[in-house]
């Protein structure tokens, strides 16, 4: 793996991934076992989608899928969008970015300011911002479609396209491999559109079939493990859509499903801030929290590696970062 900071590179784009790997020492002091994070947050869009958006728009060149000048158009959450808004800057295509209103505003406003159009789509009735349910992923669904129909554009789709776990499956596993020398037992991931664990997770499974592998969801959306949707306007953005089933998964390669609540969640970011230094978003408090439950349980005495997915900056809007103290 050849470093990014070690030579003058071409754009942006080419700063996409070799992100280091850190062992959370701290967080697991006292416990029998390690986890090993991968700083996705260090990318040039801070989160781990850029590689995606690279991979996506790349293979589309190469199949002639994307025009020369031809209008991108994709869902998001934000994370995604930043990441094309990153590569179409770069590369000249124009870049409409389409996300639900329940989402923290600072994402539409970094995607505003890397060149994108950003429509922003209204939330269900009843539905709270910086909740984003399946229902509210529906309109944004629906939008997205019609711009691509009436601007004849490329749909970046991330739900659908293979580059999305291909961008996991070539890199983000490779890396993680390399730098950790393989000796890991077990990965988990909070899964969105699924990508990062389905390609993280064949990597894996080819290298060293023995590493196990799981699902990490919302308490309260937890439908990939079977579980009713009892609460699908969950605090965890980026995933947990209580989708019962993502193009993307390879059900051969689910080992587990794991559950954590947002309260898990968000004191598990706050203690990476504080313990480890590391300012990363709900997701990754998300994965670290499972896996600690791993470490506790089943994978007792185990190396665990994670992703942390973005920064702790795209939620400064949000109450992720609030002193308040959290119920038990
Ligand atoms: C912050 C964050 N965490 C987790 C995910 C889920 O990742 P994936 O779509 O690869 O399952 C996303 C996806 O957008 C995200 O933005």
Same mark, same amino acid.
């Given at each position: 793996m050849k470093s990014r900071t070690d030579r003058v590179l071409a754009s942006a784009v080419e700063a996409i991934g070799n992100t280091p790997l850190v062992e959370l020492a701290r967080l697991t002091k006292g416990m029998d076992g390690r986890i090993l994070a991968k700083m996705e947050y260090l990318n040039p869009g801070l989160s781990k989608k850029d590689r995606i958006a690279r991979q996506i728009i790349e293979e589309a060149e190469a199949q002639g899928a994307l025009k020369p000048g031809q209008t991108v158009v994709e869902l998001t959450s934000g994370n995604t969008g930043t990441g094309l808004a990153i590569v179409c800057a770069v590369k000249g295509y124009p870049f409409v970015a389409v996300m639900s209103k329940g989402n923290s505003m600072e994402r539409a406003r970094m995607m505003s300011a890397l060149g994108a159009e950003v429509v922003l789509v209204d939330q269900l009735p009843g539905s709270r911002p910086g909740q984003v349910s399946g229902g509210d992923l529906e309109l944004v669904e629906k939008a997205t479609r019609k711009i691509v129909l009436e601007r004849s554009s490329f749909r970046a789709n991330q739900f659908r396209l293979q580059g999305n776990q291909r961008a996991h499956y070539l890199h983000t596993a490779r890396e993680i491999i390399q730098q950790s020398g393989g000796s890991f037992h077990a990965f988990c991931d909070f899964a969105g559109t699924g990508g990062s664990f389905a390609g993280c997770a064949a990597a894996?499974? /080819?290298?060293?079939?023995?590493? +196990?592998?799981?699902?990490? /969801?919302?308490e309260g959306a937890a439908v990939l493990a079977g579980k009713q949707a009892t609460n699908p306007n969950h605090r965890i953005q980026g995933g947990g859509y209580s989708m019962a089933s993502l193009p993307l998964l390879r059900p051969e390669h689910v080992d587990g499903h794991l559950q954590v609540s947002e309260t898990e969640a968000? +004191?598990?970011? +706050? +203690?990476?801030?504080?313990? /480890?230094?590391?300012?990363?978003g709900f997701s990754s408090g998300a994965n670290v929290a499972a896996a600690l439950q791993l470490l506790k349980g089943e994978c007792r005495g185990s190396t665990i590696v994670v992703l942390l997915c973005d920064s702790g900056l795209k939620y400064l809007s949000t109450d992720l970062w609030d002193s308040s103290p959290l119920p038990d």
């Open positions: 894996f499974k /080819e290298y060293n079939p023995l590493i +196990r592998c799981f699902i990490v /969801e919302p968000i +004191r598990t970011a +706050r +203690r990476l801030a504080k313990q /480890e230094g590391i300012f990363a």
